[in-house]
């Protein structure tokens, strides 16, 4: 079964800066497919940036970008320029295949600080 | 507006009573997914429906069980409620063929048994 970890419960930064949430993964295929969601206060779970594992180039949305390392099996997401409204709970989750089941990591807290 | 909608979006049971989390999606996906959310857990997944007329065990299936009514609705069942259910229940969708983009969440129940 494939997991997913998030060593970082909290996380806090000053409001313009970068933080980077870690992530890593376990699995033994070599096609698959990662996400960060970020769920605020309002609980809804949005979907941040996604990877796939056979793409080398980094995935990047404006202010969101991941570093991959399939090797290491590491999926960190940077977030720069931190805005106030970045005050979330971060998951990494990880997809085998199309449409089968995504499996999450614990999350991160993070608070941007003004 | 298209997504997922899911009902109740907070319930209180008294241990041994009853109840069905319902959720309606319309985007035509053909996955459906019920999560937990704990604190410090993540989200697990309870079951999944592949397809209209399949139902699948998730990580955590113990307690529940699930109905998928047709391609659009998918409910979650508790049949007699226990403290240990406490907890913050998503339902998702996604597409199945194709690149992966990410499942679409409601915006979950809080659910407190008491």
């Known amino acids: 079964a494939q997991t997913v970890t998030q060593s970082q419960p909290e996380m806090s930064v000053q409001e313009a800066e970068t933080v980077t949430l870690s992530c890593t993964y376990d699995t033994s295929e070599s096609n698959y497919y990662l996400f960060w969601y970020k769920q605020p206060p309002s609980r809804q779970m949005i979907l941040v940036i996604r990877?796939?594992?056979?793409?080398?180039q980094n995935a990047t949305e404006n202010r969101f970008s991941v570093n991959f390392q399939k090797a290491a099996k590491s999926f960190s997401l940077k977030i720069s320029d931190s805005q106030l409204g970045d005050t979330a709970m971060y998951f990494c989750?990880?997809?085998?295949?199309?449409?089968?089941?995504?499996?999450f990591g614990e999350g991160t807290q993070l608070t941007v600080n003004p | 507006n298209a997504g997922v909608t899911q009902t109740p979006k907070f319930q209180v049971l008294k241990t041994g009573q009853s109840m069905t989390l319902q959720c309606a999606q319309d985007?035509?996906?053909?996955?459906m997914y019920w999560y937990r959310q704990d604190p410090g857990m993540g989200l697990r997944l309870i079951y999944y429906s592949a397809s209209e007329g399949t139902t699948d065990k998730g990580e955590v299936p113990n307690g529940y069980n699930v109905s998928r009514l047709n391609k659009r609705e998918f409910s979650l069942r508790l049949e007699s409620a226990a403290p240990s259910q406490t907890s913050v229940y998503f339902c998702?969708?996604?597409?199945?063929?194709?690149?992966?983009?990410?499942?679409?969440f409601g915006s979950g129940t809080r659910l407190t048994v008491v």
């Open positions: 989750a990880f997809e085998e295949t199309s449409g089968s089941r995504l499996t």
């Open positions: 990877q796939e594992a056979y793409k080398q």
């Open positions: 998702a969708s996604t597409r199945l063929t194709g690149v992966p983009n990410g499942y679409t």
């Open positions: 985007m035509n996906h053909n996955s």
